[in-house]
C-alpha cells in the first residue's frame, strides 16, 4: 500500500514550512521553501528568518528555494566579486543550522540578468541544503538543475528518490571543471592525450580519444590541483554518517576551507 501523507504548512511572503508525515508515524520531516530578500540592504533578513525557523523543529529538513544570494564568488559569472564578508555570513549560518549544499547536476546557475551581452551576469541564486538527519531518511536525493526558460531563473529540482534508470547510470560522469581552463598546461595535456591516440582518421575512434583525454585530465587535476573536488566530495560523504556535533563542525569547517580553496584556484 502506499503511504498517506499528512502536511501541516505556514507561510509568508519570503518563506514556506511543511511539515510531512506519513499514516504510520514513519519518516515524520519537514521542508522550508525560502525566497531570499532581493534588496542588498536586507540580504541578512534572510539569514535571520533560516535560524529562527530552524530553532522551532528538531525535524529532519531540508531548505530550498530562490535564497537570492551565493555562498562563494565562483558560483558567479560576470560583473565584479561579491562582498565576501556577507558571503562568509550566509555560509556561516547554513553550518550553524546544520545544513549543508546538497550539490546538483547541471548547469552551474540559475539566474541570468537581461541586459546585454557585454552586462551578463549569472549566478547560483536557487539551491538546496539538507540536514545530516534528512540525508539518511533519503540517501539518494538528487538536485537537478533544469534548462527550460520560464524566466530570469531556471528551474531546481529535488528528487528524493533515484529512479530505476538512475541507478543503472550510477557510474560518475566526467565533468570538466571551469577552474582547469585558467591554467596553461590544461590546453597542452589535452592535445599531447588527443594526439596520443594515433589513428589516420580520428571520428570513428572519437570515444576512444574522448576516453583518453578524460582521464588523463583527471591525472593532471590531482597533481596540479590536489584533486580539491574529490576532497569536497569525500567530505559531503563523511557529513552522511556523522551525527557527533563537534566532529560535524570540523568536517563543515573543512569543507569550507576546500571550496574556498577551490574559489581562489577557479579566481586564478
Known amino acids: 500500500m502506499e503511504p498517506i501523507y499528512q502536511c ?17 508515524g514513519l519518516g515524520v520531516w519537514r521542508f ?8 542588498t540592504r536586507l540580504k541578512l533578513n534572510t539569514c535571520e528568518m533560516i535560524k529562527d525557523l530552524s530553532s522551532h523543529s528538531s ?16 558560483e558567479r559569472k560576470g560583473g565584479v566579486a561579491k562582498n565576501q564578508t556577507v558571503l562568509d555570513i550566509f555560509c556561516a549560518t547554513f553550518e550553524e543550522c546544520g545544513l549543508y549544499d546538497l550539490g546538483f547536476s547541471g548547469y552551474d ?12 551576469v549569472e549566478e547560483r541564486l536557487d539551491l538546496f541544503c539538507g540536514s545530516l538527519e534528512w540525508s539518511l531518511l533519503f ?15 531556471l528551474p531546481i529540482l529535488l528528487r528524493v528518490e533515484k529512479s530505476a534508470s538512475a541507478r543503472r547510470r550510477a557510474t560518475r560522469r566526467f565533468r570538466f571543471e571551469n ?26 575512434n572519437l570515444e576512444g580519444k574522448m576516453t583518453v583525454c578524460s582521464k588523463a585530465l583527471g591525472q593532471w587535476n590531482e597533481e596540479v590541483f590536489g584533486d580539491i573536488q574529490k576532497r569536497i566530495r569525500n567530505l559531503e560523504r563523511q557529513l552522511h554518517d556523522v551525527k557527533e556535533l563537534n566532529t560535524r563542525r570540523h568536517l ?17
Open 59 to 74: 525535524l529532519p529538513c531540508p531548505v530550498g528555494g530562490d535564497v537570492n544570494e551565493i555562498f562563494y564568488n565562483y
Open 32 to 39: 522550508i521553501g525560502v525566497y531570499g530578500w532581493a534588496e
Open 179 to 204: 577552474m582547469w581552463a585558467h591554467d596553461k598546461t590544461c590546453k597542452d595535456t589535452i592535445k599531447e592525450a588527443w594526439e596520443g591516440v594515433n589513428v589516420l582518421n580520428a571520428w570513428p
Open 8 to 24: 501541516h504548512f505556514a507561510i509568508s511572503l519570503h518563506h514556506i514550512n511543511i511539515q510531512v508525515g506519513q499514516w504510520e
Open 139 to 153: 540517501p539518494e536525493a538528487e538536485v537537478f538543475h533544469l534548462d527550460e526558460h520560464f524566466s530570469d531563473h
Open 109 to 120: 546557475f540559475r539566474w541570468k540578468n537581461q541586459r546585454g551581452e557585454a552586462e551578463v
Open 252 to 268: 563543515l569547517q573543512e569543507l569550507g576551507k576546500r571550496r574556498r580553496k577551490e574559489e581562489v584556484l577557479w579566481a586564478q
